[in-house]
T-cell receptor, first 112, second 113 residues
Framework: KNQVEQSPQSLIILEGKNCTLQCNYTVSPFSNLRWYKQDTGRGPVSLTI?????NTKSNGRYTATLDADTKQSSLHITASQLSDSASYICVVSARGNNRLAFGKGNQVVVIP | DGGITQSPKYLFRKEGQNVTLSCEQNLNHDAMYWYRQDPGQGLRLIYY???????QKGDIAEGYSVSREKKESFPLTVTSAQKNPTAFYLC????????????FGPGTRLTVL
């Protein structure tokens, strides 16, 4: 069973609208959680990193939240732009172990 | 211009042939990684190297081989023993093995004909 589950698998949103992506994980003991953006045919690029003590972190129009008690994270995209069309990957690492657990990604398509 | 480069971007191979994917970094990172990405699946670790002249198998190493003779280079060979090699291959690096933000290259798409 995958240790990181993302939902929805894919979504289509109108330009200018907001959307929220979900990431649930079972990795333990938890160290940190990253959201990556991957454009089609390119390598992933880090957007945010969340550690155990952090509840929210922003990077421009991207805002990540973390609830370490329920093992859930979300990525909120505000005022979406066409360039936001990409796959957003949730990656969780365990304390004392450099192995990373990757989600399958949320595929976002922004249409004009 | 610092970063990770992978070449070629697209690669075609006939069944039964070995092929080598290049990965070079000028970030002075000690650790390097190879991942495979298939549609609808998360990244899967093939091999990793913590330091020069050392490498370890990841979760799906069968049918692949690597070398780490230089700090900046970590080539991946896809051998004929890999039963389903068509995929998108990503190379990544980190300053050291315990550093968890991975810096990814642009990827190589391998297609077996």
């Amino acid at each position: 069973k995958n240790q990181v589950e993302q939902s929805p698998q894919s979504l289509i949103i109108l330009e200018g609208k907001n959307c929220t992506l979900q990431c649930n994980y079972t990795v333990s003991p938890f160290s940190n959680l990253r959201w990556y953006k991957q454009d089609t045919g390119r390598g992933p690029v880090s957007l945010t990193i969340m550690t155990f003590s952090e509840n929210t972190k922003s990077n421009g129009r991207y805002t990540a939240t973390l609830d370490a008690d329920t093992k859930q994270s979300s990525l909120h995209i505000t005022a979406s732009q066409l360039s936001d069309s990409a796959s957003y990957i949730c990656v969780v690492s365990a304390r004392g172990n450099n192995r990373l657990a990757f989600g399958k990604g949320n595929q976002v398509v922004v249409i004009p | 211009d610092g970063g990770i480069t992978q070449s070629p971007k697209y690669l075609f191979r006939k069944e039964g042939q070995n092929v080598t994917l290049s990965c070079e970094q000028n970030l002075n990172h000690d650790a390097m990684y190879w991942y495979r990405q298939d549609p609808g699946q998360g990244l899967r670790l093939i091999y990793y190297s913590q330091i020069v002249n050392d490498f370890q198998k990841g979760d799906i190493a069968e049918g692949y081989s690597v070398s780490r003779e230089k700090k900046e280079s970590f080539p991946l060979t896809v051998t004929s023993a890999q039963k389903n090699p068509t995929a998108f291959y990503l190379c990544a690096s980190t300053p050291d093995f315990l550093h968890r933000e991975q810096f990814f290259g642009p990827g190589t798409r391998l297609t077996v004909l």
